[in-house]
């Protein structure tokens, strides 16, 4: 038996330590390990939970607005009011725009040089980060193709630029927007912000359909066997999101992002008052496992003994689940992606769900657009409630997946209580209290590996989920501090 230890693992968005045992050239069983505390709930305890919509989008600097989107849908909750039609739709462009920004970042940027083989690109210096150094990985792409890629790569820091810039139309400015306000935006539309954001949407538009999917069609072509490799717990949770209409009733609106679960081969409803988080193996007090998470509290245990990770493991219903576009395509019935049939549970069909899902954002972000009309109201005023306590819970869709901010106001109207369960918690997640691995371990478990000292077929599968522990760890000290590790033993 060979354990392997990759430490920490590159071009995702965080600090991942990666452990596994390997047996006759398989994994046979695998540990997912979040190195870094942060500590965001303990900030924003006794703060005017106003204050939350700034705090929590430094969370992350790749998806800030998603949580910028999740803590004030929590507010919006907690205060009884919703915003306007524009300040809706705003918001969904606000947030649309961040995903193109991402989904583009995520294949091009971190798990393109996978399968794009730069050195055979004389243009390219690949003597330096993030080309070198690398795994010895076959790169099966015909030389054509692979320019072709390459080139793509280079293209797409002009497309993220464009997605940014046409958030900020919106947001004022991106990473860390300021426009999102309880009962709606602070920005109002006007014809020349409307065909500015429209302008750069077109391009991206172009962007998607003429290089990124015939990229990811490429690499289904020419690397199949990925589609056989981290098949995960083929349990599918979309929370929903983009609101299509007015209603405080998240679950039950109509939304672009439709909400519902796929368990044990079954679509059913969701149902968020089944959502609960646990912490055997996290290095938390065991008291605060097993509660729902507007009642969950972070009590850090880092001697604790078994525990190998500073992410809880939220459940539903006790079961482990896949968030993410491959989860809210197949929960939407997307017929692209249920046409794979179990091919889409896998490396690639993460890769090609992702990307479908980015081309239908896109054209829906433009007609949202063209819905705005000058003059029209997009906020609802508010008052911060006090006389008795108040819980607001915040669902949406982050980039990377099912996202949920719960909010507990004091009777004096401060923050008592903050938890944000993000996509890659879920993801990502340690063993539960019944020793069941979370999907990030159950995909990487039975996994060949050709060559364990270049192990690609791991760093792919983790790769797939776009993780980002930066959301998903919630101060590390200097005796614990791991810079880098790469260990066979």
């Known amino acids: 038996m060979a354990k392997v230890v990759v430490d920490p693992v590159t071009r995702i968005e965080g600090h991942l330590k990666l452990e596994v045992e390997i047996d006759g050239g398989v994994v046979k069983d695998a540990w997912t390990s979040g190195t870094l505390w942060r500590g965001f709930e303990k900030i924003l305890q006794g703060r005017d939970p106003r204050d939350a919509e700034q705090i929590v989008q430094r969370i992350c600097g790749v998806c800030p ?38 989904h583009i970042l995520h294949f091009f940027h971190l798990a393109a040089l996978d399968y794009v083989d730069v050195e055979r690109v ?23 193709i692979n320019e072709f890629a390459a080139g793509c790569y280079l293209d797409a820091l002009v497309a993220r630029r464009k997605a940014q810039e ?16 309880p009962g709606g935006v602070s920005e109002v539309p006007d014809a020349q912000k409307v065909f500015e954001y429209i302008t750069r949407i077109d391009e991206l538009i172009s962007f998607i359909e003429n290089k990124y999917i015939p990229v990811v069609q490429a690499v289904a072509q020419y690397f199949p066997e990925d589609f056989n490799i981290g098949i ?17 009733d998240h679950v039950k609106k109509d939304k672009f992002f439709p909400s519902g679960i796929y368990l044990r081969g079954q679509d059913l409803p969701f149902d ?25 509290v972070i009590t850090a245990a880092p001697e604790k ?20 576009p491959l989860a809210r395509m197949w929960v939407m019935k997307q017929k692209d992606v249920r046409g794979l049939g179990d091919k889409a549970f896998s490396v690639l069909g993460r890769h090609f769900a992702r990307a479908v899902e980015c081309k239908l954002v896109a054209h829906e ?21 006090k006389g008795s306590e108040v819980v607001g819970m915040g669902l949406t869709e982050a980039p990377r997946g099912a996202l949920g901010h719960w909010h507990k106001i004091s009777s004096d109207g401060r923050t008592a209580v903050y938890n944000a369960v993000v996509p890659t918690t879920f993801n990502a997640s340690p063993r539960d209290e019944r020793d069941v691995q979370g999907p990030m371990e ?14 690609v077929e791991l760093v792919k599968i983790v790769r797939s989920f776009d993780p980002c522990f930066g959301c998903a760890i919630h101060i590390m000290t200097p005796d614990k501090k791991t810079i880098s590790q790469f260990a066979i033993n």
């Not at 243009?123 to 150094?133: A, G, L």
């Not at 004022?172 to 300021?178: E, S």
């Open 442 to 455: 159950q995909a990487i478990i039975g996994t060949p590996v050709q060559d364990i000292n270049s192990p």
């Open 305 to 324: 003994k078994g525990a190998y990770s500073w992410m809880k493991s939220p459940r539903y219903n006790g079961n482990p689940m896949e968030v993410g």
């Open 365 to 385: 972000l433009k007609k949202w657009a063209l819905e705005l009309k000058p003059g029209e109201p997009v906020c609802t005023p508010h008052k911060v409630p």
């Open 65 to 102: 607005t998603s949580h910028a989107t999740a803590g004030i849908l929590a507010l919006d909750d907690a205060f009884g009011i919703e915003p306007p039609p524009h300040g809706r739709i705003i918001r969904n462009l606000i947030l649309g725009s961040n995903f193109i920004q991402s």
């Open 232 to 248: 995960g717990c083929k349990n599918m949770m979309a929370y929903g999101g983009f609101p299509l209409e007015e209603g405080k």
């Open 272 to 296: 968020p008052k089944n959502i609960a988080e646990e912490v055997k193996y996290s290095w938390y007090e065991d008291d605060t496992g097993g509660q729902t998470p507007d009642v969950a």
């Open 166 to 181: 046409a958030l900020a139309i919106w947001g004022g400015k991106m990473p860390h927007v300021q426009s999102i306000v």
């Open 122 to 144: 004389k243009s390219i210096n690949v003597n330096i980060p993030p080309f070198k150094p690398r795994y010895n990985t076959p790169f099966n792409l015909p030389d054509d």
